[in-house]
């Protein structure tokens, strides 16, 4: 009896399952209307941006669906780096790529690797972005990085954003996401300093990204 109540209730979750899979397909593959991201403003807080490009051969290996690459300067004359790399559901909503070996690749040694928490309007609980710091000989780079889903699901590892892209795409037809970088070349003496500019910039950045996030609609609409 026993053996067969375990074959009527794996039939069921076989069968639900199915039906929920056919259902979701049904619903057809979203596509980006509106990427909206190339819209963040040139001016946040006290720094200016100007814009950048990477060679084509970064572009094809990243395959996003938008890329925003900036300088922001402070009248000061220090220098953040901001990359935005957004994944449209139809490309699986986020990037195979991380600094944990991108900065190796390119001869940086990675000395610190920790956490920080920020507090964007919208997460009264927090988020927690990545930050690292490497070093190139008497060169420092610190590194903010996370990502970001549904507008206002910031999330700081990969498995995090598998399971957001998972919910979302299970109960919203939607599991678009972001890669974010906020970076910036320092000295020693100024590593401290350096951290709380990024912070700073970096809680700019979480409150502006929901007004400029991506528009996706179904591909049967």
């Given at each position: ?178 890669y974010l970088q906020i970076s910036s070349l320092t000295k020693e ?33």
């Open positions: 009896m026993m053996q067969w109540k375990n074959f009527v209730f794996a039939a069921l979750m076989l069968s639900l399952t199915l039906a929920l899979v056919l259902k979701i397909n049904a619903r057809g593959m979203p596509i980006v209307r509106h990427t909206n991201l190339e819209n963040l403003p040139m001016h946040i807080a006290e720094y200016q941006g100007q814009e950048d490009s990477f060679s084509q051969g970064v572009y094809d290996e990243l395959k996003a669906d938008r890329h925003v690459y900036r300088h922001y300067r402070s009248p000061q004359g220090d220098q953040i780096d901001l990359y935005v790399g957004y994944y449209g559901t139809a490309k699986g909503g986020r990037t195979g790529h991380n600094p944990y070996g991108c900065l190796p690749g390119a001869g940086w040694g990675i000395v610190e690797n920790t956490t920080i928490v920020l507090r964007p309007n919208y997460k009264l609980q927090g988020a927690d972005l990545n930050m690292i710091t490497a070093r190139k000989d008497d060169n420092y780079n610190i590194m903010l990085h996370w990502y970001q889903s549904a507008g206002t699901k910031v999330l700081s590892t990969g498995i995090e954003q598998n399971l957001q892209r998972f919910t979302g795409r299970l109960l919203y037809n939607r599991n678009d996401g972001a003496q100024d590593v401290s300093l350096t951290k709380e500019r990024l912070a700073k910039f970096a809680s700019e950045v979480l409150d502006l990204l929901p007004k400029y996030w991506p528009e996706e609609v179904s591909g049967n609409d």
